[in-house]
Structures are given as C-alpha cells and as structure tokens.
C-alpha cells in the first residue's frame, strides 16, 4: 500500500511539473478564448433547444479534462478527448434536426451512430446541399463547394488517426517517461482550435449568428467560409 501510495505522488508530482512548464512556456490565452466560445455556443444552442442541453454538458466538461490533459503532458489522451468532443458536438446538430432519431437515442437508450463520418456519407451532414435547407444563400459564403463537411471529415480523420495510434501519432516510441514537450503541446493546441473552429462553423450556419465577434474569430480559423 505504501509503495502505491509513493508511485501516486510521485507521479503527481511529475504532472505538476509538467502542468508549471506548460503554462511558463506557452501563451494560452487563446485556448481559453476559444474554450469560452464553445461555452457561449452551448448557452445559445441550449436556449434554442433545451433537450439537447444534455450533449453540451458533456462537450463543455471534455474540454476542460482535455484541455487539462494537454497541459499535464497527456497528449495522445487529450487529442482522443477531441475526437469525441466532435462527435458529441455534431451529434447535437443531427438530432437538432432529426428528432425521430433523438426521440429513440434518449427513451429508448438507442445507440448513438452519429459517427462524423457515417452522417456525412448518410445523410449528406453540412455538405453544401444540406445547409442549403437553413441557409439558401451558402454558395456565396463557403470557400469551396462543400468546405465544411470537408473540413469536418478532415478535422475527423486526424482525430481517428490518434485514437487508432496509427504509428506517426505514438508519441512513446522512444521512452516511457512523463515529460514536458512543446512540440507535442503544439499538436494537441494545432488539433484544439481545429476541433473548436469546425464545432464554431456549425453553429454560426445553422443559427445564422454572426453576431458575437469572438465566435465568428473561431469560426473563421476552420477556412471554409468567406467571412469579413
């Protein structure tokens, strides 16, 4: 028992090295900008549904744990946490429009098959045509014919590629000690705004809300629309 109890602070006391290291080398204003976002995002989207409000408990709590995994040297783990901040993000905007569907997901405890990918591919998820539905006049706001799904799937693809461990995303190969590293910090930061930003651009379409300032600036770091 003592000898666990001696494994558990030591390694505590690894993350909150790491944790000081993090913070005294890197500029994280912008994390926290953007994780603000996200919140006012799921404030706004709650007030315009609120059976939904379930999913953005669940995004805004991931983002905090995989913000802390990034900054305690956690890497692999917080770049996975991503992954399924997207998926629950999306999966909000499905059953938004797809109340049947949701209707069965809460009551009937049926599993949830929003994958990123599959709703694109199935029902054409924020591809151009789709938007089209809420908002007619996308052809002149999007940077190409169907950037945002692109974008999505992309964003997706290299999320899976960590959750996978396809082997360019190991990040243990060499050693197995617990350590700062600013050039995986930099991957997990490069992978947060891309998550945020997509989640950001899905937003201000299907709710046409350019209004707050701070979330149009997410959303335009996804580059998939032609905003001012």
């Known amino acids: 028992?003592?000898?666990?109890?001696?494994?558990?602070?030591?390694?505590?006391?690894?993350?909150?090295?790491?944790?000081?290291?993090?913070i005294d080398d890197n500029d994280l204003s912008f994390i926290?900008?953007?994780?603000?976002?996200?919140?006012?995002?799921?404030?706004?989207?709650?007030l315009k549904d609120s059976n939904l409000e379930f999913y953005w408990n669940e995004i805004i709590a991931?983002?905090?744990?995989?913000?802390?995994?990034?900054?305690?040297?956690?890497y692999r783990i917080a770049i996975s946490g991503?992954?399924?901040?997207?998926?629950?993000?999306?999966?909000?905007?499905?059953?938004?429009?797809?109340?049947?569907?949701?209707?069965?997901?809460?009551?009937?405890?049926?599993?949830?098959?929003?994958?990123?990918?599959?709703?694109?591919?199935?029902?054409?998820?924020?591809?151009t045509i789709y938007i089209k539905t809420f908002y007619?006049?996308?052809?002149?706001?999007?940077?190409?014919?169907?950037?945002?799904?692109?974008?999505?799937n992309l964003t997706y693809g290299k999320l899976s590629d960590v959750v996978h461990g396809r082997y360019k995303s190991l990040t243990k190969m060499n050693?197995?000690?617990?350590?700062?590293?600013?050039?995986?910090?930099?991957?997990f930061e490069t992978m947060y705004f891309y998550t945020l930003s997509a989640i950001a651009t899905?937003?201000?379409?299907?709710?046409n809300d350019f209004g707050n300032a701070e979330i149009v600036s997410l959303a335009k770091k996804s580059k998939t629309l032609n905003i001012n």
Not at 97 to 102: P, Q, S, T
Not at 113 to 124: G, M
């Open 1 to 22: 028992m003592s000898y666990t109890k001696h494994t558990l602070e030591h390694f505590s006391e690894s993350i909150n090295a790491i944790f000081k290291n993090t």
């Open 32 to 46: 926290l900008q953007d994780l603000n976002s996200l919140i006012e995002i799921g404030e706004k989207f709650s």
């Open 62 to 74: 991931d983002s905090i744990s995989v913000i802390n995994c990034g900054l305690s040297g956690q």
């Open 82 to 127: 991503l992954r399924n901040i997207l998926e629950l993000a999306c999966s909000a905007f499905f059953y938004l429009d797809h109340k049947i569907e949701l209707s069965l997901y809460v009551n009937e405890n049926f599993k949830s098959d929003t994958y990123v990918s599959s709703i694109i591919h199935n029902f054409h998820f924020f591809k």
């Open 136 to 152: 007619p006049d996308i052809l002149s706001l999007q940077s190409s014919p169907d950037s945002v799904s692109f974008y999505l």
């Open 175 to 187: 050693n197995l000690s617990v350590e700062y590293c600013k050039s995986e910090f930099k991957k």
């Open 202 to 207: 899905l937003y201000v379409l299907r709710f």
